[in-house]
C-alpha cells in the first residue's frame, strides 16, 4: 500500500508542478498581449497563437521547437509544455525540437537559429529563452558560436 501512496503522492506533485507552471506561463502570453510593449519586451506573442492551435486541431501534426539555454536543454519547462500540448491536442502526432544547449546566449543562438531549429522544417510553434544566458552576456564569436 505504501507503494501506491508513493505513486499517488508522486502525480500529485507532478500535476501540482504542471499547474504552476501553464499558470505562470500563460500569464506570460496574456500580459505580452496586454501590457504596454516598453514593460514587457521579454513577452512577444505575434497576433496570438491560433494559426498553432488551427495546424493542432485540423491538420493533427505541429512540430513545436524549443531554443535557449541549460534552461531549455534541461527536463524543466520544455517537456512540461510538451506534456501538457500532448494532452490538449491528443489526436496530434507532435515532433518536439530540443535545441537548448547549456551556457549560450541570444545572439548564440541567433547564429545557432537556421542550422539547429529551422533545417528541421516549418516549425508550428517556437519557444526561445536566453534569460540567464543573456543576463551573463557570454558574448561568444561567430565563429565558436
Request: net charge positive.
Amino acid at each position: 500500500m505504501a507503494k501506491r501512496e508513493d505513486s499517488l503522492g508522486g502525480r500529485m506533485i507532478e500535476l501540482t508542478r504542471t499547474g504552476v507552471f501553464l499558470t505562470i506561463f500563460f500569464s506570460a502570453i496574456a500580459l505580452g498581449q496586454t501590457a504596454d510593449a516598453q514593460a514587457n519586451r521579454n513577452v512577444i506573442s505575434r497576433g496570438g497563437l491560433q494559426n498553432a492551435r488551427i495546424q493542432f486541431e485540423q491538420k493533427r501534426t505541429g512540430r513545436v521547437a524549443f531554443i535557449g539555454g541549460s534552461i531549455t536543454q534541461m527536463e524543466g519547462y520544455r517537456p512540461m509544455v510538451s506534456n501538457w500540448l500532448q494532452s490538449q491536442f491528443p489526436k496530434t502526432k507532435f515532433e518536439f525540437i530540443n535545441a537548448g544547449i547549456s551556457s549560450t546566449d541570444s545572439q548564440t543562438g541567433a547564429f545557432r537559429l537556421g542550422d539547429h531549429v529551422l533545417a528541421r522544417g516549418r516549425i508550428d510553434l517556437l519557444f526561445i529563452e536566453f534569460a540567464v544566458n543573456d543576463d551573463q552576456d557570454a558574448r561568444h564569436s561567430r565563429r565558436g558560436c
